[in-house]
């Protein structure tokens, strides 16, 4: 059973940064596509970023570089740095595991093995 936990969301200031970092068991990390996806309430869940098994990674249109996503294989952790946060980045950030190969679309949630339970990010300007 894929089991995914996030930490790190918390209140900023804009201009301020985080690191997520979700920590993950139960599948073979090493050749899952991973994914973190941002959920307002009230809008769809939106992918933000992806990366593969090979490290390959692939970002949301808004991210525009201000994001990183990368994965320890030894520690089975996934973590997305975000920096210059904006208010319009407060959601709740969510980690998910997708089966390998599935990383050729970060929008793409339709193969998703699970999901961790969330996080909140806040953003205040």
């Known amino acids: 059973q894929v089991q995914l936990v996030e930490s790190g969301g918390e209140s900023v200031q804009a201009g301020g940064s985080l690191r997520l970092v979700c920590t993950a068991s139960g599948l073979s990390f090493n050749d899952a596509c991973m994914k973190w996806f941002r959920q307002v309430p009230g809008k769809e869940r939106e992918g933000v970023a992806s990366i593969d098994a090979y490290g390959n990674t692939k970002y949301a249109f808004f991210v525009r570089g201000r994001f990183t996503i990368a994965r320890d294989n030894a520690e089975n952790t996934l973590s997305l740095q975000m920096n210059s946060l904006t208010p319009e980045d407060t959601a709740m950030y969510y980690c998910?595991?997708?089966?390998?190969?599935?990383?050729?679309?970060?929008?793409?949630?339709?193969?998703?093995?699970?999901w961790g339970q969330g996080t909140q990010v806040t953003v205040s300007s």
């Open positions: 998910a595991a997708d089966r390998p190969g599935r990383c050729t679309s970060v929008y793409d949630a339709s193969s998703i093995l699970g």
